[in-house]
């Protein structure tokens, strides 16, 4: 692909700007911001932001199989749909709720309710955010690694918003002082959750299957469940209407030999956790949101 190997991670804009954005969210109809945004924004960014826009493109067309006006609309709501994702972040910084259908929430409670901690992957898909108001442990702490490139006011109100709820947020930083913490909050038994399709600092990754292809995936997450011989659930919380989010769980540790070598548990699990994202992309193709080429070339 010719696509950015890299993408930003960060949602623009400056700090005022999203301050007015939470204001205006208390107001304005939230259907009002969609549509304003699909004929305004979207355009523009698929005009001067080509990037984003290629990789979708040939996600679609090489990895989706559509053809060119196929891949092209669905490009379009692709982009639709992740302003959507970001305008739905900023309204539950405004105080905005949304349903939450749950499928196998039952796997979550058991683990919440025993003594030791474990480990949530999550993906760039839909919209996991929303899950961190649901998804809580009241006896042990939640503890979310969040990228420290975010914006200065996303990072602050996410912060306010999870703290209430019982969810620590660590933030990613260069010295990786944030494995630390991770290791720690496991340690104490508490709950910690970690992208599973992004490597943050660390070059360390295994190749898995994924979409008739190899791509990496950062080999961290992995490990350090197989390391702690901990469970891990990988949860994807996708878009299905207006105010309406699925929950879908995914226990990826059930059944591994424990007797394997911690690298080969990591990797069995990190294809078991391709396989579900797969799963998940393929139902939900337009809500596949890493614009950069994924695939290894």
């Not at 490009?75 to 972040?89: A, E, G, I, M, P």
């Not at 030791?116 to 993906?123: A, D, K, N, P």
């Not at 699925?246 to 059930?254: A, C, K, S």
Request: hydrophobic residues 45%.
């Amino acid at each position: 692909m010719a696509a950015d190997k890299e993408w930003q991670g960060r949602t623009d804009g400056t700090p005022w700007m999203h301050r007015w954005l939470i204001r205006v969210m208390r107001v304005l109809p939230l259907r009002l911001m969609y549509a304003g945004v699909a004929v305004f924004v979207v355009p523009f960014y698929m005009l001067f932001r080509r990037s984003g826009f290629r990789a979708q493109w040939q996600f679609f067309r090489q990895r989706m199989g559509y053809g060119r006006w196929r891949s092209f609309w669905s490009t379009y709501r692709n982009h639709c749909q992740f302003s959507q994702v970001v305008l739905d972040r900023f309204y539950m910084f405004a105080g905005g709720r949304f349903r939450l259908d749950i499928d196998n929430m039952e796997l979550y409670n058991h683990l919440a309710e025993q003594s030791e901690g474990f480990v949530i992957l999550s993906s760039h898909v839909g919209c996991y955010e929303v899950a961190g108001y649901t998804l809580q442990a009241n006896d042990k702490r939640f503890n979310a690694l969040v990228f420290g490139g975010e914006a200065e006011a996303v990072l602050e109100n996410r912060r306010r918003v999870m703290e209430a709820n019982n969810i620590h947020t660590i933030v990613t930083s260069d010295d990786m002082s944030h494995v630390f913490l991770i290791s720690e909050a496991l340690a104490n038994g508490e709950v910690v959750s970690i992208p599973g399709d992004r490597i943050y600092g660390s070059p360390k990754n295994v190749s898995c299957r994924f979409f008739d292809a190899q791509a990496h995936f950062p080999l961290g997450p992995f490990a350090l469940a197989a390391q702690r011989s901990l469970p891990a659930l990988q949860v994807s919380v996708m878009k299905e209407g207006y105010k309406h989010y699925h929950v879908h769980i995914n226990d990826i540790t059930q059944d591994i030999d424990m007797t394997l070598p911690i690298r080969q548990r990591a990797a069995i699990m990190a294809q078991r956790f391709a396989d579900g994202l797969e799963t998940i992309v393929r139902r939900y193709p337009t809500q596949w949101y890493n614009y950069f080429d994924f695939w290894v070339s």
